[in-house]
């Protein structure tokens, strides 16, 4: 046998990579992941049912609240999570998601010790930068632990979190702010004195930090599909692409990602609007607490949404088993346009019951394509480019949806309609506008998608 038959031999044989772990492990990997995920939801949204206490402690407006709960968070969760998608395609990503738990969840305690505006943006800006370390790993875990078939299901589940962590959210606050402002001041050892608001962001942040060892229970999995170099032995190692290849990968498909990322996006920016807002709408229009309304709006979310999400990527599975290898996007087009008849609907109901009814459908179509998103950005990228491109695409959709929906539905209640009781038409006009663009743009994409689909097979060739 010639030295060139047995190298490519060798080669043939390192190239054989080992079967999937087994399902049960592979679910309990996922279970840890939507729970991580749950806790950077919380983190995340608690704010959003703080609005009254925190605008009168603070001294401060809606538009400042606004920034509180989009541009201080957003900027630096988008920024730092290119550096850390690419560190994730090279390093352990389990404990990348471990570092960026605790340092989360510290900041998030952290802001129960702010005193002014300032300090608050600042406690939110280090929640963005260490939940910047989460999602681009996560999805590459996923990735290599599930293959092409089952995917954006396992994705879908992982994504749950943002909604049952958005509704836990609600839910807990309201608990939370029923109990501890049910005095106007606590005593805490080393802290001192304190308001209840305050107290919510300690008790819903420290437990993370401890909880953040509980990911050294999952194994970094065996990256799957890289391409190959040979070492200074001669045996074969996965090659890490350099920065320049990437960005050549990137815009070669720019037209996909383009459609696929401001498409999502733009129904990210109706999320995040209407979510950081539907409480106080209900504050404002019909006169409820924020404890009621926080019970309800959260369990809405948190099974709706939930409910929603796995569907979505149940049934873009369903069809790509069925043949069609561009589900992702075409399940993203559908559920922006069934969204409408009670999206558009529920925020002009007089009645708060029949409101909160149409909220149920509404959550559950919102929810859909947050799973079958970062799905399809795996189903087109090289291994060993998932988690910088799972970074760029949340990059763009956080900037654009949790950066500027609160923000958008803000800047019209104040500088459009110039009426704090005229919420409701902001998350109207704000949600409307942005599921008609995202329709268009996805419907675009299906056919981008497709030839990305053509080129991935070229660059594996």
Known sequence: MTDKTTAASTARNELAEEPYPAAGYAWYVVGVLTLVYVFSFIDRQILNLLVRPIRQDLA??????????????????????????RLADSKSRRTIIAIGFAFWS??????????????MMLA??????????????AYSILADYF????RATAISVYSMGIYIGSGVANILGATAIAFFMSRPNWELPIVGEVRGWQVVFFVVGLPGVFLALLMYTVREPLRRGMKKIQDAQGKLQNAHVPLKEVIAYLKLNWKTFACHNVGFALLSFSSYGT????????????????????????????IFGAL????????????AKRGSRDAVMKVGFIVSLAWAPTGMLYPLLPNPYWALALLIPTAFFTAAPFGVAPAAIQQIMPNAMRAQASSIYLFV??????GGGPMAV????????????????????????????????????????????????????
């Open 124 to 137: 939110r800006i280090g929640v963005g930068v260490g939940e910047g370390a989460l999602s681009p790993a």
């Open 60 to 85: 401060i407006t809606d538009f400042q609240m606004s920034l509180l709960m989009g541009p201080a968070f957003a900027l630096f969760y988008t920024f730092f999570g290119i550096p850390l998608g």
């Open 410 to 461: 803000a800047f019209f209640t104040q500088y459009v309609f110039q009426d704090d009781n005229a919420v409701r038409y902001s998350i109207l006009v704000v949600s409307t506008v942005a599921h008609i663009l995202s329709a268009v743009l996805l419907w675009i994409g299906i056919k981008q998608f497709n030839l990305s689909l053509e080129r991935l097979k070229a660059w594996h060739g």
């Open 308 to 319: 929603g999400i796995s569907a979505g990527g149940w049934y873009a599975d369903w069809l």
């Open 397 to 402: 959709v956080n900037m654009i949806g949790l």
């Open 275 to 302: 979510s950081g807002w539907v409480p106080t709408m209900f504050v404002r229009t019909f006169g409820w607490k924020e404890a009621e309304i926080g019970f309800w709006y959260g369990a809405i979310v948190a």
């Open 106 to 119: 510290f900041f998030t305690a952290l802001c129960g010790l702010a005193k002014n505006f300032w300090q």
């Open 147 to 150: 293959p092409p078939q089952r």
